[in-house]
């Protein structure tokens, strides 16, 4: 407790002065508005600091999951949001207290002295003290214009694959492709439905799920059951699971209730209609021709979890020409695929959400996410394999999009 009590105090010090520093700007800009509106853009710049301190407070002795987990996705979103803007603003008024500084030393070795002209103080900068403020009102409009625009602003990227080997069955082969739903972050039911609407329009004939149903546990997707539902194809909904699905990322009573939640889980795949492939695989037949779907339980690189058993979901996949495999992270790829699978023709993955953030224009891309990921978003070949990694149906933590919006993938299959 001593500890949790320590942090609490440097965390709440650290907002407290962040906000104080960022204050001189304020006080600057307003000196001349009428005393209300200087005290009302006072508090308004004060008051989430004092929401800060609660939040902290509430993490720290409270249950951070008493509210339901889409509150608390808020609440850190809103605190992020906010000092993560006021970084940029505080660059300014870092600027300005710089440039003040050398003034002043350069005049002790002039005949002003250390205030500059004779009777002038070394005044705030006027320009400095506004820049300030609107560096950090933009990234924060930014981010707000990104959840309400973002979130749910679905893309359809139509790509064709072509595939050595693929039975004459299978060429023109349409098939939608999903990944990372995160129901838990969802805050517009009508939205997220009008998303469903254009997978269905695009009447895919095989629909392919690559995990993260959920973001904590499978209570998130209860009031979406129903809305998934919806998703059907001629020759079938795979799925698989991702690192999310398994209830890792949250404290658990017993080990019993974990579990429970994971059969939970299955069993909404099964409401849903998805059939969910936990390291194993099924063959799909047209005109005597075998297509594999594999599909992976979640097998990430680093502190990511490691369910996936790819040697068990192949085994007995021989008599297809063709095999496709489902695996939610795409450093799977690298890592085991290639190397031992050399017949995977094509591997569907998820997992990055392109960061939720990023540039693309035409064939230009760039995010975080590239940083972190080889691979991180499109299609990505190596001789005869390909992977196409999905930006995401969903979003967690922020609950928007900067420059990388939902995707709906339709991949058509071509013979190479």
Known sequence: MTLRIMMLLVLSAF???????????????????TPAWRQFWRWVHWAPTVLAVLAVLWW???????????????IITGLV????????????????????????????FTKTGATGLPGEALTRSEFLSKAALVATAVPFGTMVFGIATGAHDYRVRRVRVPIANLPKSFHGLRAAHVSDIHSGSFWSKTAVSGGVD????????????????????TAEVRDYVSLFRKLQAPLGVFSVTGNHDYGDYRAWDTKAAKDQNFKDLIEAHRLMGFDLLLNEHRLLEVDGEKLAIIGN????????????????????????????????????????????????????????????????????????????????????????????????????????????????????????
């Open 198 to 217: 254009m997978i269905l329009n695009e009447k895919p004939d095989v629909l392919f799920f690559t995990g993260d149903l959920v973001n904590n546990e």
């Open 297 to 416: 339980e979640n097998w990430g690189a680093g502190r990511f979890s490691k369910y996936g058993k790819l040697d068990q979901a192949y085994r007995g996949t021989h008599e297809a020409a063709t095999k496709i495999l489902l695996s939610h992270d795409p450093s799977h790829w690298d890592a085991q695929v290639r190397p031992t699978y050399g017949d995977v023709a094509l591997t569907l993955a998820g997992h990055t959400h392109g960061f939720q953030f990023g540039v693309e224009i035409g064939d230009f891309k760039w995010s975080p996410s590239q940083y972190a990921y080889k691979q991180w978003a499109g299609l990505y070949s190596e001789g005869n394999q390909h992977l196409y990694v999905n930006r995401g149906f969903g979003y967690i933590g922020y609950p928007g999009r900067i420059g990388i919006p939902p995707e709906i993938t339709v991949l058509e299959l071509v013979r190479a």
């Open 60 to 74: 720290t002795f409270g249950n951070q999951y008493m509210l339901g987990g889409q509150v608390r996705a808020w």
């Open 15 to 33: 907002l407290v002065v962040v906000d104080y520093y960022l204050f001189q700007a304020v006080v600057h800009v307003t000196r001349d508005l």
């Open 81 to 108: 949001g906010i000092y993560f803007s006021k970084f940029f603003g505080i660059l300014f008024v870092f600027v300005d207290d710089l440039q003040r500084a050398v003034r002043w030393v350069a005049g002790l």
